[in-house]
């Protein structure tokens, strides 16, 4: 197991590198660069451009800079936002908690409806509700996200006024930041009016983030539990006169379930890149509302900072998942 | 239980929660006014930074400078300061300071007293004087409108009279000081504050929690989402009257105009131009209109050929249609230009003849200049919107059609925006398209950052046309004292401008600032900037 474990985390060393470098390469090929971005229409003396070209320390060979960055990375050290000046790390503790908790309650939005969805389309194999569930889910799965996210905007928030049109709560409730999960901290408040306009706030946001994943789990649920709903056990279970319920919760499903969560694990990551374009519509002050305006404004660190820090999450979960595969899955150990 | 039972079960529970949570946003309480602004303060100093949204989010609710603009006029007015004085020689500005203006506090800092002439020498010592401990603290901050502005080279020295008397000595008569002492960059400091954190170890925290003299005070900043704060009851100009002021930032321009229309702000920033004719229709919905403090031209490259010739620049002028420019790519927004600076800035020469549309002499002027058959070339077009130009794309594609009449073949050409400003700061370009919103009013803030020969090595000169006569009368009308004479002098720089058409001056864009009904005393601010001191909800 040991040597299972070490393998494995060696395999993270050269991800780190690939990913810092990948992450450097692409926010230094973009056109433009930082000292541009603060001039606008006026001109900038040649002097003073130097002199912040220097200071960012812009004016070194690119494996200079590369080099120089990893260094201060192995040493903790993020760098600060070129516009801001605050610690790339502050920047990103700050914000992620709101990008969980939305990723989170997409998680649980698409999990709980793509759940019983594939199950009932793959008990209703060829019926009117299988056709339903899976044409939803193409759709689902096929939506433009800016569209979608407009779309329910305009609906629920514009038409019906059921739900507020973006942020994270309502501007009357200044709830101090002490976890920075907006529910977790209104609750702390005990503030429930602050609370419940959090919640409403969540709605749309998460709905739109977890289309996809909805969409992915409820297909999957669907072939999955084919496969199994023509082993043997369950034609066996049947004719013990086992319910249909009995037969699909206890035997079939929690079979069917296990590629099922793998693919919820693999949706994580596709959480966190939709997260970019969901938190831009909805106004969601979370990493990729943040990691946009960096690449715009050409915050090297701050994109460097952001994306290393997001691959370092999926990498570590990954890495926790491999694990515990080991540990459950002797085979793979030997594998 | 059936399969189809568990499914519809979870559909009515889901169902339930959302129906539980998803009520209709709650009023807004009464006297807070919530700004839908277009994106996040880069920090909360007021001299540091130089984009309008930090401004507006900084310099414009909680500092005040020695003078300001007159809300909706570039009309300078006594500020901080109640009066001054000009030295015969224009070189000393002596400033008398108001007295009794209190700074707000927060739970660091309690002010012992007044603002002073120590304060406003302070305030500026900081920016120029390299000696002084806060000058600079953090790696890669700059004082960048200080530093634009060439302030430097403009202001000898800030010198304490007595306690409410400041004189600033300048190195040669600048006739445009004044404006610029309005701007946001001016902003007045607290030294006490400074100080006392400085005491406590803490230097920076006067940086990152602001304490101005501003009519609103600063409570809170939570990253990308909202920024609140609230009426400063001791405000020397009188309480505002709204008691809350919240900042919504909403990057989004459809999200902003969402929340404007179910009432989760008042007023929003920056609309898209296609939703305005939408806009206009909604009853619950003013859409303020003002003219620009600005111009989007397309300038020639002077140093490259066929541009270095007058008669060349002169036909192209002549052979583009801004009438139908205006209609299709302003929607009919605007005014066509014929001046580098917008009729609403003094000293707009209006008795010049713009070039008229007339593309048969366009071509005869072309074979005078050596070519009869035109010639090709390319056309760098913005690929952003600007408040000067809704649509670079299509104004290009009607110019590159007007030119192609009299046998000039454009190639048409775009980088992505901020490489787009690189290459042109190198004269790569041969015509490109630009432009300017003026930020103090003078109109030296238009012919020498964008037409002065110091610009063409800056690279806000694109034409890079460096005329020793204009030059010299931009120069000499920064020097004059006298408001008329000033404006003599430039409206004579502009009828050298048009005779030398390093541009082809193409429209000053109208500006526009949805706010809702019950929205009462709000002005469009003529520098763009967003004022909520005299604004009031009338439910």
Not at chain 2, 306 to 316: E, G, S, Y
Not at chain 2, 443 to 468: I, Q, S
Request: proline share 6%; net charge neutral.
């Amino acid at each position: 197991m040991l040597r299972f474990a070490l393998r494995r985390l060696a395999l993270v060393v050269p991800t780190f590198i690939g990913v810092t470098l990948i992450a450097f390469a692409l926010i230094h090929f973009i056109p433009g660069d930082p000292v541009e971005n603060l001039s606008g229409e006026r001109g900038m003396d040649p002097a003073r451009r130097a002199r912040l070209l220097h200071e960012f320390g812009l004016d070194r060979p690119l494996p200079v800079q590369y080099a120089d960055y990893v260094g201060h990375v192995l040493r903790g050290d993020l760098g600060a936002s070129l516009t801001t000046h605050q610690p790339v790390l502050d920047e990103f503790l700050a914000l992620f908690p709101a990008t969980l908790e939305l990723a989170f309650f997409a998680m649980v939005f698409a999990v709980v409806l793509g759940l019983p969805a594939g199950m009932l389309a793959a008990q209703k194999r060829n019926t009117l509700a299988d056709y339903a569930v899976m044409g939803a889910s193409l759709a689902g799965y096929s939506m433009p996200i800016f569209w979608w996210a407009l779309l329910l905007i305009l609906t629920f928030s514009v038409q019906l006024g059921w739900t507020p049109v973006s942020g994270r709560i309502a501007v009357e409730y200044d709830v101090p930041v002490v976890t920075g999960f907006m529910l977790v901290d209104t609750l702390r408040a005990g503030d429930f009016a602050a609370f419940r306009s959090a919640v409403s706030h969540l709605v749309l946001p998460a709905i739109v983030l977890g289309t996809i994943p909805l969409a992915v789990i409820a297909r999957m649920t669907r072939s999955s539990m084919l496969e199994v709903l023509r082993e043997d056990y369950i034609r066996a279970a049947r004719a013990k006169g086992l319910s249909v319920m009995a037969v699909t919760i206890v035997h079939a499903l929690r079979n069917a379930l296990i590629p099922v969560i793998t693919v919820i694990g693999l949706q994580v990551g596709l959480l966190l890149s939709g997260a970019i374009l969901t938190e831009t519509i909805f106004s969601w002050p979370g990493i990729g509302n943040w990691l946009i305006h960096g690449v715009q404004s050409r915050d090297y660190p701050v994109v460097q900072g952001g994306i290393l820090l997001v691959a370092a999450l999926v990498i570590g979960v990954n890495l926790v998942v491999d694990l515990l595969y080991g540990i459950v899955n002797p085979r793979i150990r030997h594998g | 239980m059936r399969i189809t039972n568990v499914v519809s079960r979870t559909s009515l529970a889901c169902a339930v929660a959302l129906a539980a949570f998803a009520a209709a946003p709650a009023a807004l309480a009464k006297g807070t006014l919530v700004y839908c602004s277009e994106g996040s303060p880069e920090g909360f100093q007021p001299q540091f930074f130089s984009t309008g949204t930090t401004f507006d989010a900084v310099s414009v609710p909680m500092f005040n400078r020695l003078v300001q603009f007159d809300t909706g006029t570039t009309d300078v007015v006594p500020a901080l300061a109640t009066s001054w004085t000009v030295s015969p020689d224009s070189k000393a500005y002596t400033f008398k300071l108001r007295k009794g203006v209190k700074f707000h506090s927060n739970a660091q800092f309690r002010p012992t007293r007044d603002m002073n002439a120590d304060d406003v020498v302070f305030s500026w010592s900081r920016m120029a004087d390299d000696a002084n401990p806060f000058h600079r603290m953090t790696a890669g901050q700059t004082f960048a409108y200080f530093d634009d502005m060439g302030m430097k080279n403009i202001v000898d020295k800030v010198e304490k009279v007595d306690d409410y008397t400041v004189r600033y000595t300048l190195k040669r008569a600048e006739a445009p000081f004044l404006a610029d002492m309005a701007m946001d960059f001016a902003s007045i400091l607290s030294k006490e504050y400074f100080d006392a954190m400085q005491k406590k170890g803490t230097p920076n925290a006067a940086d990152v929690f602001p304490i101005g003299t501003g009519p609103f005070e600063f409570v809170s900043y939570q990253k990308d989402a909202t920024i609140r704060y609230k009426a400063f009851d001791a405000y020397w100009g009188g309480r505002p009257k709204i008691d809350n002021l919240v900042f919504s930032i909403t990057r989004d321009a459809t999200t902003r105009y969402a929340k404007l229309k179910t009432g989760e702000c008042h007023v929003m920033a920056f609309p898209k131009p296609a939703d305005l004719a939408e806009m206009q229709k909604d009853p619950a919905i003013d859409v303020l209109r003002k003219e620009g403090l600005n111009i989007g031209y397309i300038a020639f490259n002077v140093e490259k050929k066929p541009f270095d010739q007058k008669l060349v620049r002169q036909a192209l002028n002549m052979a583009v249609d801004k009438e139908a420019i205006l209609k299709a790519v302003y929607q009919g927004q605007g005014q066509v230009a014929k001046n580098p600076i917008p009729p609403i800035l003094w000293s707009y020469n209006d008795a010049i003849k713009d070039y008229p549309y007339d593309p048969a002499k366009a071509k005869a002027m072309l074979a005078q200049a050596g070519y009869p058959n035109g010639f090709e070339t390319e056309l760098w077009y913005l690929p952003v919107t600007r408040p000067y130009n809704p649509d670079g794309k299509r104004m290009a594609e009607l110019v590159q059609a007007d030119w192609e009449k009299i046998g000039v073949k454009a190639k048409l050409i775009t980088y992505e925006w901020a490489e787009y400003r690189k290459r042109s700061k190198t004269g790569e370009q041969s015509a490109m398209m630009f432009g300017w919103s003026g930020d103090n009013g003078d109109p030296d803030n238009f012919f020498v950052p964008l037409l002065g020969c110091e610009a063409v090595k800056g690279g806000g000169n694109v034409a890079r046309w460096c005329d020793k006569r204009f030059e010299d009368l931009v120069v000499k009308a920064a020097q004059t004292p006298d408001k008329a004479a000033r404006a003599k002098l430039y409206g004579e720089a502009q009828v050298i401008f048009k005779e030398e058409a390093p541009w082809i001056t193409i429209a000053h864009s109208v500006r526009f600032d949805p706010i809702r009904r019950e929205v009462r005393g709000y002005k469009m601010d003529a520098t763009a900037h967003h004022y909520f001191t005299h604004v009031d909800i009338v439910k």
